[in-house]
């Protein structure tokens, strides 16, 4: 009977110690993947992690290797804040979305792109007005802009 007993009870917890295991495994994994980030002085390899995960739709991680390092070079830290923007905007966080995408604007205040990607996030916020202002700011810097044309004309 004693052995039944245990039997029943190591088939019980077997698969239970199994998935703690997988789940401590997956969060080691992605600590030192995070730490391994923080201490590499390569900044385009954090960059290339970070992108990465953005293709396979990891907004999460890539968010946190982003504003783990986020104290990096001039050169890196627009494509990190652009990079935060487009995770954040993905998660329909538009309040950060946006954050970043302004401070991206204080540094490179011509950045068509980043302007786009603004106006889009306020649109999706319901927005217009902000929006309609920011597809003007295109227009007033590349008069032939059709997409920002159109989508003022949407708006109005």
Sequence with gaps: MLKIYLICLASFLFPICFLITLEIYKTLKNHIIINYTKNSFDNN????????YIKQNKWLKCITILENNIEVEDKVIIKCYNGLGFCYYHIEEYGLSEYYYKKILKQEPYNI?????????????????????IYQKVLELDKDNTIARKALNKLS
């Design 45 to 52: 390899n954090l960059l290339h992690l970070a992108q990465a």
């Design 113 to 133: 792109s980043t302007l786009f990607k603004l106006a889009n996030v306020y649109s999706l916020s319901k927005d217009s007005k902000n929006a309609r202002n």
